[in-house]
């Protein structure tokens, strides 16, 4: 397993080019998978080997928050993928002095209590708040995640994700009035991966 620089980088540039190899030798397989959509592929990218660990949690909490609007007031996501993402989000925010709160979105109503679709200390109504996403493929789970905000009433205009997928996801967002930010797409994961290994990070 490719060893991380101790300690991480500080700049944008410098922690891409440490998250590439990353999401390639820890999140990425090649094979024939069924994925949630439906769909059958031969990539397969699961992102919480890396979005739970420390060193991958502080790069994308520093990369991620780089792509949130700066009217946003806080981060959302839509449960599990999108946890520990807005966790991290906010807490990068925190400790550069700006104020971003973390919201969960259930993937049902919560069956007990308020019976409340969101977890996290709500904004007023009108705030701006930006999605935050492991991995889009058609869109799906991030459009869920966005009608649950705006039905709160809530301006939602913008979906961070780690990964891009390219089947669909674009065009879906930008159909629902959304602009998409991918700090990487599948096809660069997918080229490193099948790099020989001399000469990899």
């Known amino acids: ?7 991480l980088p500080t700049t944008p ?3 891409r080019a440490v998250l590439l190899p990353l999401l390639a030798e820890r999140a990425y397989r090649h094979g024939q998978f069924t994925l949630a959509s439906g769909r059958t592929s031969n990539h397969y990218v699961n992102c919480k080997p890396v979005s ?3 060193p991958g949690l502080a790069l994308l909490g520093a990369l991620m928050l780089e792509e949130v609007e700066a009217e946003a007031v806080a981060v959302a996501g839509l449960t599990l993928g999108a946890d520990p993402l807005v966790s991290a989000v906010a807490l990068q925010a925190a400790l550069a002095g700006r104020a971003l709160d973390a919201l969960i979105v259930r993937k049902e ?10 977890e996290g200390p709500l904004p007023p109504a009108g705030s701006v708040i930006t999605v935050l996403e492991d991995v889009v ?5 991030s459009l869920k995640a966005v009608h649950q905000l705006r039905e709160a009433g809530y301006v939602v205009q913008r979906v961070v994700t780690i990964v ?9 967002m930008t159909a629902a009035g959304l602009e998409l930010r991918s700090l990487v797409l599948l096809d660069a994961i997918a080229a490193l991966a099948a790099a020989p290994l001399v000469g990899r990070p």
């Not at 109503?109 to 969101?118: Q, Y």
């Open 52 to 54: 739970l660990s420390g």
């Open 137 to 141: 493929t058609t869109g799906g789970s």
């Open 1 to 7: 397993m490719a060893s991380l620089p101790a300690p």
């Open 109 to 118: 109503a919560k069956g007990h209590g308020t019976g409340a679709w969101l």
């Open 13 to 15: 540039a410098a922690m």
């Open 164 to 172: 891009d997928r390219q089947e669909g996801g674009l065009e879906a």
